[in-house]
């Protein structure tokens, strides 16, 4: 499967933004979808990730209450609607697929999009 996010852009702070990540390939509704993010000279950080038929969702606890992520199988597309958004939120936010559910272990996800950037700023 491949995958491109798309959505990040400049924002103040309490603003919100949506991210999609649109996919590709007839076997995209049998993966766990992820969203992780990586802040200058910072570590890789879970942000959510869904179950195939989007049963159940997994937040990172700096995002929990704030971020909700969703799947639409039909359109092949993850989102995530961020909201009450902080200046430590900037980061290039990527999109990822995996065949099981570790929702927070990136190396679980075996597929990856490009990045969109995401900035909050006063």
């Known amino acids: 499967v491949q995958l491109q996010a798309f959505g990040g852009g400049s924002v103040q702070p309490g603003g919100s933004l949506r991210l999609s990540c649109a996919a590709s390939g007839r076997t995209y509704s049998t993966y766990v979808m992820g969203w992780f993010r990586q802040a200058p000279g910072k570590e890789r950080e879970f942000v959510a990730a869904?179950?195939?038929?989007?049963?159940?969702?997994a937040y990172g606890d700096s995002v929990k209450g704030r971020f909700i992520i969703s799947r639409e199988n039909d359109k092949d597309t993850v989102n995530l609607q961020m909201s009450s958004l902080k200046p430590e939120d900037t980061a290039v936010y990527l999109c990822?697929?995996?065949?099981?559910?570790?929702?927070?272990?990136?190396?679980?996800?075996?597929?990856w999009g490009q990045g969109t950037l995401v900035t909050v700023f006063s």
């Open positions: 869904i179950t195939r038929g989007a049963g159940s969702t």
């Open positions: 990822a697929a995996g065949p099981s559910w570790r929702p927070n272990m990136s190396a679980t996800y075996d597929h």
